[in-house]
């Protein structure tokens, strides 16, 4: 009996010291900063009781924030933090990039929580797993996220002012803008209809020059990434070999995502060195703390367009030749030269947030297609990357070759914004596109889909549930979904 006794005892001291197997543990406690709870709870909130900020724009989207070691950049990034405690957030996006793993793709952290000696930090396990059902380049690679400072210094931060909030971890694996799109484009369409976020771009700036040429350049890294030209900044950046900043995709794909959800606004909440913090200035390390909002101007002045799925937008002969041409011109020249196509078009219409598809027949047969159904930037610059995208990401299809590009039909579909709608009876087959949600589950059909195939609303209701969102098929006639409506307006090069 003593013996069970004891062994039993033994397991319970053993399960005890496992750590949990479902949170990724804090690596840097205890050389990044300290280790004990209550010390380092202390220093943060000094931190924060300390930065001058005021209270922030409701609408304010995303952050900036450094990633040294609290002693040198912790007084920075509590400006940052102060701001977000302001706005209570219910999940945190943090973006970092990886110093030390090169890896093609972004890291998404999947654990259950990110442990740190403040506690477990949850992670926001809906938003994650969307994330990596939506792109192939959103990677379940869990010893990305070791050692990385760029992810860690922010927890502990995030755990002091929100103790309750969620996290999602994106860790940016060999730097590339493509990436900082790929964030920008899934993000912006996960967290449309988001309400309590924010994002947090991590990176220091210029490193190891001297006081006064780390001020000056500093200086004109902060004017530039006002700009919000997150492609003209990450191409700069680049270039400087961490003269610049070192995150330079991070904060690139948090410009893109901020400018995509309604920022037109980069506001300096504070900006010092490590010379500042710690008196040493002969090779100092930049820090900024910056809040990307809605501008005083935005949505004034705006042009009041019928754009219902119960009323079209009209666009005239011109404007629909004027998107055929862009989105041909865009392939040839992305299949050419690997960049894209610089879009300046001065019709106000085209140049209206509108979610499109564009797809691509070669002989009659589908060849590709990709869209957006959510419009998160001017409708010629939509057309121009979803060009892009069915003509080289269409994961059904191999890449378009230049020699076919001759061979293939361009059609493009322009949406009007989704409606929800309680009754099905309201859909009318062969003029609206429908979009089915359960859960994370989704799925679209276009209006053309019930056009080309014949089927009735039974035939076409139940197809889009099981096939293409995964949930049983009858689960538009029992409620369990949540069904929108929208118009396309379709043309293409060879009208049917």
Wanted: charged share 25%; net charge negative.
């Amino acid at each position: 009996m003593l013996k069970k006794i004891c062994l039993l005892f033994f397991v319970i001291i053993s399960l005890m010291a496992v750590p949990d197997l479902f949170a990724k543990q804090a690596d840097l406690a205890g050389s990044w900063y300290t280790s004990d709870p209550g010390m380092l709870k202390a220093e943060l909130e000094g931190y924060i009781k300390a930065a001058d900020v005021k209270k922030p724009d409701p609408g304010t989207i995303a952050f900036i924030a450094p990633h040294a070691g609290y002693r040198y950049s912790g007084p920075i990034a509590a400006y940052t933090y102060k701001a977000i405690k302001e706005l209570a957030p219910d999940t945190v996006i943090v973006i970092g990039f990886s110093h030390r793993r090169h890896f093609p793709g972004v890291a998404v952290l999947t654990d259950e929580y990110f442990e740190t000696p403040l506690g477990k930090a949850m992670v926001d396990r809906n938003m994650t797993d969307r994330m990596t059902r939506a792109d192939k380049r959103f990677l379940q690679y869990p010893d990305a996220f070791n050692g990385e400072n760029s992810i860690e210094m922010q927890i502990p931060f995030v755990q002091t002012v929100l103790p309750n909030a969620k996290i999602v971890l994106l860790e940016i694996g060999d730097q590339s803008f493509e990436y900082a799109r790929l964030i920008a484009d899934t993000l912006a369409e996960i967290l449309r209809n988001e309400k309590k976020y924010v994002i947090v771009g991590s990176t220091d700036m210029s490193h190891y020059l001297p006081y006064g040429i780390a001020t000056r350049k500093d200086a004109d890294t902060i004017k530039a990434l006002q700009s919000l030209d997150a492609e003209k900044f990450y191409a700069k950046s680049a270039a400087s070999k961490h003269d610049i900043v070192c995150g330079f995709d991070a904060v690139a794909a948090t410009m893109l995502t901020a400018s995509k959800l309604g920022a037109d606004k980069a506001v300096l909440l504070k900006y010092a060195n490590s010379g500042d913090t710690s008196g040493m200035k002969d090779g100092v390390v930049g820090y900024m703390s910056v809040a990307f909002m809605p501008g005083e101007e935005r949505g004034a002045k705006k042009k009041d367009l019928d754009i219902s799925a119960k009323g079209e937008t009209m666009l005239n002969e011109t404007q629909k030749k004027t998107l055929l041409k862009l989105a041909r011109e865009t392939i040839k020249e992305y299949l050419t030269t690997g960049k894209r196509l610089p879009v300046k078009i001065e019709d106000p219409l085209l140049n209206e947030n509108m979610g499109a598809f564009v797809t691509l027949h070669e002989r009659g047969e589908l060849r590709g297609c990709i869209g957006h159904m959510v419009g998160t930037q001017p409708l010629c610059l939509t057309i121009r990357d979803m060009a892009i995208a069915s003509a080289t990401e269409d994961p059904r299809f191999p890449r378009v070759d230049l020699r076919e590009l001759d061979k293939i039909d361009i059609e493009i579909s322009v949406l009007t914004p989704m409606e929800r709608i309680d009754d099905y009876h309201e859909i009318e087959l062969g003029k609206h596109g429908v979009v089915v949600k359960m859960g994370w589950r989704s799925g679209v059909y276009l209006p053309q889909v019930a056009t080309e195939t014949g089927w009735d609303i039974d035939q076409f209701m139940s197809s889009l549930c099981a096939h293409k969102a995964g949930i049983p098929a009858d689960a538009w006639k029992t409620g369990k979904c949540e069904i929108y409506i929208f118009t396309a307006i379709v043309f293409g090069e060879k009208e049917k």
